[in-house]
């Protein structure tokens, strides 16, 4: 483990929301935290409600919830009132094409608008969300569309033409929605802005128990095609608390989330918990460019920021001056998920925004952060931080007993946190998989030190984690066995610099095909158009065989191994030995 340092953020610019950690964990009780969620008689509730109408019913109903600025450089805003209307009348839509609570309504669109409001009129009709990463090839898109039964896709004119490729597949997919004036209603689609503007901007909303199902998404295990994560409107509690303890929001903040409505990131942090707390925030909708990000900040005067240590690195790795071309002092609060931060980021933005940025753990099942770095507690450089309160967590031993402190192993949680998934889509056998005895087990190793902070050591499975997002090496695999010239494939996650891991394909040819960089070039442009941009694999190494078990599974821990020059380790399943 690096040596420890311990830095202690003296330039608080405010006093945090959570003042002191042990104080909030003491005695800290779900029922508590529930009642600060407002419900409905019998204790039914609508996530929604929470997010959008309560602040439009009441002192935050001309408060903008949103800035949007697209990759044109067209800026919106929308205030409270106007996204509850806006969404009553997606939810009336919805109905008006026969959506029934619980029936799924997806959406394959660029972050836009159309997106956080159809999303919330979603959630208002009672039926469940689920977002799609616009980059998804036919493939992905496919998995993901078929296995949730979607019978409604809103989408977009660009990315309209890649559903129309897999739409024979799709027998529950009933009706296609198309924002900004792309749709060809004489195919049946449905016009987003012509059914919105018939549509009435009052809805009752649909009244739910709070283990009804909110949201979905699809996320990569080590094995098998993704599975859908579900999710509950009870989740709201925790994603509320959070957004308050952990980004620290308060009533004056404008918040920015980085990540793509397409991931969890992007659904629990850039929608549900900042505005379920009141808060302004800007959504972007263009790519990545460090001075476009500066201007972002300077413009909207964010003051509380959540990315990613990919891109933090990007920032980094940017010219040192380009930060002081711009007004970034509005900045009091940073926060960073989805892979390792480095010591190095945070030091560097001390260095350059006068704070640093605070680790955050979670994953799409956990529903909300876990465990954190928390602006009242000093930071350890290289920890994750401490448990959120409530949260019962152990590194355990493959028996499922709690190792002493100081051991590496499994990072498990006690379940039962409000949060939590609540199945796998039509996988109930896939959802047991995560327990061992009486813990959800997170498929991350890691250590507790003395003090109870959290260090992550890596992932116990083969998930790749890239720039941040999550890729099976499976879904890489089977994509890559698609190819005419590819007999069979085997994909690592390697360490880099910059993007945390790239992934590296080991590939053997059918006979008759002859290795080449050109081949490698089109076999990748292959994965691009089948999976997404990022679950390509950056490096391809054509090979004669490839390590299997007995059993005839592809052992990714000896390619790695072999690849990273590392011990072989056991080795007496292999085959081909
Ligand atoms: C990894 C993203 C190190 C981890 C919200 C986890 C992290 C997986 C951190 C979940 C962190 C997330 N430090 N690793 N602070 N946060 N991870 O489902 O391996 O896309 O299991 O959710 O990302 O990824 P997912």
């Known amino acids: 483990m690096q040596e420890i340092s311990v830095f202690k953020n003296k330039n608080l610019k405010k006093t945090p929301t959570m003042p002191d950690l042990e104080e909030a964990s003491r005695d800290f009780k779900w029922e508590d935290a529930k009642k600060e969620i407002e419900c409905f008689e019998d204790g039914k509730m609508n996530a929604a409600w929470n997010v959008i109408d309560v602040h439009a019913n009441g002192e935050r109903k001309n408060k903008i919830a949103l800035y949007y600025e697209g990759d044109d450089g067209i800026i919106e805003k929308f205030t409270f009132g106007e996204m509850s209307e806006l969404s009553n009348r997606f939810a009336n839509v919805l109905k008006k094409l026969g959506i029934q609570r619980q029936d799924r309504v997806f959406y394959f669109l660029s972050r836009s608008p159309e997106l956080y409001v159809s999303f919330l009129g979603t959630l208002k009709a009672g039926a469940i969300a689920g977002t799609l990463f616009p980059a998804f090839g036919d493939d992905a898109l496919r998995d993901r569309l078929l296995d949730s039964g979607a019978k409604v896709i809103v989408t977009e004119g660009p990315l309209k033409e890649r559903l129309y490729k897999i739409r024979d597949s799709l027998p529950d997919l009933k009706h296609i929605i198309v924002v900004k004036n792309g749709a060809d209603t004489s195919k049946g689609e449905f016009c987003y802005n012509t059914e919105m503007a018939a549509a009435s901007s009052y809805f009752e909303i649909e009244k739910m128990n709070p283990e009804d199902y909110s949201f979905m998404l699809y996320t990569s295990g080590t094995t098998g095609k993704p599975k859908g994560v579900v999710h509950a409107h009870a989740g709201i509690v925790q994603q509320y608390l959070s957004a308050k303890w952990v980004l620290d929001l308060q009533d004056d903040d404008i918040f920015w989330c980085t990540a793509d409505l397409g991931w969890v990131t992007g659904i629990v942090y850039g929608l549900l918990g900042p505005w379920a707390c009141g808060t302004t925030q800007v959504g972007y909708g263009g790519r990545f460019k460090p001075e476009k990000w500066y201007e972002l900040i300077q413009r909207y005067k964010i003051t509380v920021w959540y990315t990613a240590p990919t891109a933090i690195r990007m920032l980094m790795a940017a010219s040192d001056d380009l930060p002081k071309n711009f007004d970034l002092s509005s900045l009091r609060h940073l926060c960073s998920v989805g892979e390792p931060l480095n010591p190095e980021g945070v030091k560097w933005s001390v260095e350059v925004f006068g704070q640093p940025f605070h680790d955050t753990w979670w994953q799409t099942e956990t529903g909300s952060i876990l465990i954190t770095n928390y602006p009242c507690m000093p930071i350890k450089f290289g920890s994750m931080g401490k448990l959120f309160p409530g949260i019962e967590a152990a590194i355990i031993d493959e028996a499922g007993n709690p190792l002493p402190q100081g051991a590496e192993g499994d990072l498990a949680i006690k379940p039962g946190?409000?949060?939590?998934?609540?199945?796998?889509?039509?996988?109930?056998?896939?959802?047991?998989?995560?327990?061992?005895?009486?813990?959800?087990?997170?498929?991350?190793?890691?250590?507790?030190?003395?003090?109870?902070?959290?260090?992550?050591?890596g992932r116990a499975d083969d998930v790749i984690k890239t720039s941040g997002e999550r890729v099976g090496p499976f879904e890489v695999e089977s994509a890559l066995v698609e190819h005419d010239a590819v007999a069979e494939a085997g994909v690592i996650g390697k360490p880099d610099e910059l993007r945390g891991n790239i992934i590296k394909a080991?590939?053997?040819?059918?006979?008759?095909?002859?290795?080449?960089?050109?081949?490698k070039k089109e076999i990748q442009q292959f994965i691009k158009g089948k999976l997404a941009g990022h679950a390509y694999p950056r490096e391809i190494d054509f090979v004669d065989s490839l390590p299997k078990t007995r059993s005839g599974k592809i052992m990714r821990r000896l390619l790695k191994a072999k690849e990273l020059g590392l011990p072989i380790g056991d080795t007496s399943t292999l085959e081909n030995d």
């Open 506 to 519: 080991f590939v053997m040819l059918k006979p008759g095909f002859t290795a080449s960089d050109d081949l």
């Open 417 to 457: 946190w409000p949060s939590m998934m609540r199945t796998i889509w039509k996988n109930e056998a896939r959802f047991k998989e995560y327990f061992r005895g009486n813990w959800y087990v997170t498929g991350d190793t890691a250590m507790i030190d003395k003090d109870g902070y959290f260090w992550y050591v």
